[in-house]
């Protein structure tokens, strides 16, 4: 994973000049920024930790395994949200964890969480660095220094029970890494975020990510069927049984607790045998009520696709003209919607079946495979578009949010709203990517010029949109966790007492309060 940047440097793209001249032309983008420093260049804090700090790390996880040098401690300085790349490409000192720790078991994680707690260290647990809400800033908050617990080591298939259909997968396997050691055996998990190169198992449990076929699958903590987790007070082993009535669920707690609460250590979820069959349809609709509306139809009727998601009129155009095409695919107008479905030949069949049906008498026309077969073929590639963007002085970010289906169109409205008066002339894309009988999340997609200061510049249209989802029905987050960026509205998601009771249980588990200090809990 590149430092600076998005993903594998091998596929990094530069915009075309056609792109670029329609950039100038239609946002007012007026050259590229300076460029930022190289890894070699960038200038970091110095590590706050003594040479005594570092020695007692040391003796717990080994020599190998505890690093202050810049080399280590830059990769983990934060996610991958646009404010984190902006502060990368800064010639000024940037912040970073003081060192890097790589504990290899659970005895080593809650030893280092115990040391951390005498010694009044902070600690950031780091699964693949792919948080854009500033999940793991170095922040101090009153400690004496912050170190990365890098959870690469647990990178283990530790158990897979082919009766009950459930694999228990340690905490730092990347998503591609735990496919393929369930594919081995014949099995899947199915969790493809657009991250799901980099990001790791722990790391969407602990933020309870949403992955493209969450219509077929269900999002990641819906696939959580128990977890392990070494808290400053103790290790929790949760969840007993595929259901329980033992009183709440107190996985719930330490699903979406972005290490405030614990190190998630091993993830036992649910999984399916590879899919025998696969088909593609997409769909166009004259505009995106249209869409919604057939959305919500299969969805409710439960149909049965694996992933369905649909563009608004403006997304469908630029993805259109900027996604490689594959043979024969027909122009799209309007909004594009993509259906797959997996499964078992018959029942992919009589799915799809349903599927049109309702899309039909919805309105929808076919546009058969080939557009559906082009989204998935590019369905981790945008992620480095935003790059060449902001290498062209484009500021370029994404927020999301969800609805029930009733309030779905306000909010679209005023969070369009809100960004293009924060950000004017900005383009607003948005996407319907996650469905549910009730409502569906909305994901918007942000192109602006980039200003003198971007950073302030994004910081206000987050506001604005921030503040527009609070006051038109919609959660501060479906799926990109809370992080330090989503803290201040927090109050407002749960209220005054759903926060006094966060802060108690992280009492109860985190005495010192050493875990991720200023994320997500206000
Ligand atoms: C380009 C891009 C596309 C994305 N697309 C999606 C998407 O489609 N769906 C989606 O849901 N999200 C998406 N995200 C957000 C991000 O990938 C998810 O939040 C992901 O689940 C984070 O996993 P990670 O392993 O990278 O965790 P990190 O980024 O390393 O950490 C995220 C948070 O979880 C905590 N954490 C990590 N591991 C552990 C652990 N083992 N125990 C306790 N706490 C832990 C960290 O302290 C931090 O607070 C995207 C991000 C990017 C940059």
Known sequence: MKWDAWGDPALAKELS?????LLAAALGVTGAPAPGPSAAEAVLQPSLLTDADLKALAAVVGDAHVSAADADRLPRAGGKSTPDLLRRRSHRPQDAPDAVVLPGTEDEVAALLALCAERRIAVVPFGGGTSVVGGLE????????????????FDGLLDLDETSGEAVLGAGLTGPAAEALLAERGFELGHYPQSFRFATIGGFAATRSSGQDSAGYGRFDEMVRGLRVVTPSGVLDLGRAPASAAGPDLRELFLGSEGTLGVITAVRVR???????????????PDFTAGAQALR?????????TVIRLSDEAETAINLALTERIGGEPAVSGCLAVTVFEGGAEQV?????????????????????????????????APYLRDSLLNAGALCETLETATDWRQ?????????????????????????????PTGASLYFTVVAAMGEDPLAQWAAAKRAAGDAIMANGGTITHHHAVGADHRPWMTDEVGELGVRILRAVKAAVDPAGILNPGKLIP
């Open 17 to 21: 000049v056609e792109v670029k001249a």
């Open 138 to 153: 170095p922040l101090r908050e009153g400690f004496a220094a912050v170190v990365s617990l890098d959870l690469r080591r």
């Open 271 to 285: 999984v399916h045998p590879v899919p025998a069959a696969k088909a593609y349809e997409a769909w166009s609709f």
């Open 297 to 305: 139809a299969v969805e409710q009727q439960g149909t049965g696709p």
């Open 349 to 381: 069949a009589a799915r799809q079946q349903l599927t049109r049906a309702a899309l039909l008498a919805a309105g929808g026309s076919s546009l058969g495979e080939a557009p559906a077969r082009a989204w998935e073929h590019g369905r981790f590639n």
């Open 408 to 436: 779905l169109p306000f909010l679209r409205f005023a969070v369009t709203a809100a960004l293009t008066t924060a950000l004017p002339g900005a383009l607003v894309l948005c996407h319907i990517s996650h469905v549910y």
